[in-house]
Each structure stands twice: as structure tokens, then as C-alpha cells.
């Protein structure tokens, strides 16, 4: 069965073409927010409706899938970090702040898609490389910014921490709480050693 098109789909055609792979990419988020780490080709064929070779010719496996996934995921948080960058530096504002910022920003999830994720990559934990080589880039761009190395690598842990407890439901701080804990890891990070 090949996909139909809504019209919603064919609105802002011209002004932004959304390749198939995404699309699927996008069925897959859905089947994973829904079903958690029970992805199938099947599932995501059924909830993009483009048909089960249309889906195999972009993703050849479950694992070619997750991985693309994976690739969108860390395709988009570097962007943002770079995003933030630019701005700051349009801005004239303080680089690190910009950074850390958009560090913690990235920490907005959906959860049950990354539960999802997690519980593919502990399947295949190898998959789980992309993801570390962008953190520990991120880290690294932290790091020759900070005044305080082991300062910044405390406050990105902790972000970490907030991040994962989010994900598995165990945060306990208020939105104001978060903000402000938030706000006080940048303000540490940012100090001038002492």
C-alpha cells in the first residue's frame, strides 16, 4: 500500500519538502512513544503508510531504523547547540552561557520515545556511539570555554541527571524548582574560578 497525501501534507510542500526517510523517521517516533522498545519494520509500515518495500528500501532492517533515529536525534541536538552559538555570537553574548543553556534546553524529551530508544540500544548498546561521540563534543566545546573545568563537568552531569530522571519519570523538582536549579548550574559554570 503506497502512502496517500493529505492535504495538510501538500500545504507547505513548496516551502519545505520533507524527504520520505523522515517521514518514516517520524512513523517510527510515533510506533516508539507508543509502543516503547516493541519496533518493528511492520508497525512503522502500517503507521507511515508507505509500503513495507518503500520502508525496506530506506531502512533495510530494524537496526538500519533505529539507527536513523538515532542520527536524526543527534543530528538535531548539534544543531541547536550550534544555533545557539551563532546566536550568542550575533548577539555579543557570552558564549558558554549560550552553550550551557542550550544544553539544558536539549534536555526537553519526549519521553517515551527516548524510552523507547533506550530500551533498542540496550539491545545494541554499539548504537549507542553517535550519541557519545556528540556529547563528549559538546563536552569538549564546554570545556575550553569554562573557567572552572571541573566545575562545568560537575554542572553536566548534574543537566545529565536532571535529563534521565526526566526520561524515567523520577524527576521531583517543579518547573520554577528546575529553572532555578537550571539557572544556578549556569551561574556556577560561568563564574571566573576563585
Known amino acids: 500500500m503506497e502512502r496517500r497525501l493529505k492535504p495538510e501534507d501538500t500545504?507547505?510542500?513548496?516551502?519545505?519538502?520533507?524527504?520520505t526517510s523522515d517521514l518514516i523517521l517520524d512513523a517510527a517516533e510515533r510506533v516508539v512513544a507508543r509502543d516503547g522498545a516493541h519496533l518493528t519494520i511492520d508497525a512503522v509500515v502500517k503507521e507511515?503508510?508507505?509500503s513495507k518495500g518503500g520502508v525496506l528500501y530506506n531502512f533495510?532492517?530494524?537496526?538500519?531504523?533505529?539507527?536513523?533515529?538515532?542520527?536524526?536525534m543527534t543530528g538535531r541536538f548539534l544543531e541547536r547547540h550550534k544555533a545557539?552559538?551563532?546566536?550568542?555570537?550575533?548577539?555579543?553574548a557570552p558564549m558558554?552561557?549560550?552553550?550551557?543553556?542550550?544544553?539544558?534546553?536539549?534536555?526537553?524529551?519526549?519521553?517515551?520515545?527516548?524510552?523507547?530508544?533506550?530500551?533498542?540500544?540496550?539491545?545494541?548498546?554499539?548504537?549507542?556511539?553517535?550519541?557519545?561521540?556528540?556529547?563528549?563534543?559538546?563536552?569538549?566545546?564546554?570545556?575550553t570555554q569554562a573557567p572552572n573545568a571541573d566545575i562545568a563537568r560537575i554542572a553536566?552531569?548534574?543537566?545529565?541527571?536532571?535529563?534521565?530522571?526526566?526520561i524515567l519519570g523520577l524527576e521531583?523538582?517543579?518547573?520554577?524548582?528546575?529553572?532555578?536549579?537550571?539557572?544556578?548550574?549556569?551561574?556556577?559554570?560561568?563564574?571566573?574560578p576563585q
Not at 60 to 72: N, V, Y
Not at 84 to 92: R, S
Open 11 to 19: 500545504q507547505n510542500a513548496a516551502a519545505e519538502k520533507v524527504s
Open 48 to 50: 507511515s503508510g508507505f
Open 60 to 72: 533495510p532492517s530494524k537496526t538500519a531504523l533505529i539507527e536513523g533515529m538515532i542520527a536524526r
Open 84 to 92: 545557539a552559538k551563532a546566536a550568542a555570537q550575533a548577539d555579543g
Open 96 to 143: 558558554l552561557r549560550a552553550m550551557f543553556r542550550a544544553f539544558f534546553d536539549d534536555k526537553a524529551v519526549d519521553r517515551q520515545v527516548y524510552m523507547g530508544l533506550l530500551a533498542a540500544l540496550a539491545e545494541n548498546p554499539e548504537m549507542i556511539e553517535p550519541v557519545r561521540t556528540i556529547h563528549m563534543q559538546i563536552r569538549d566545546e564546554v570545556l
Open 156 to 166: 553536566m552531569l548534574a543537566a545529565d541527571g536532571l535529563h534521565f530522571a526526566e
Open 172 to 192: 521531583c523538582f517543579s518547573p520554577d524548582e528546575r529553572s532555578a536549579i537550571e539557572a544556578r548550574l549556569i551561574a556556577l559554570v560561568t563564574e571566573s
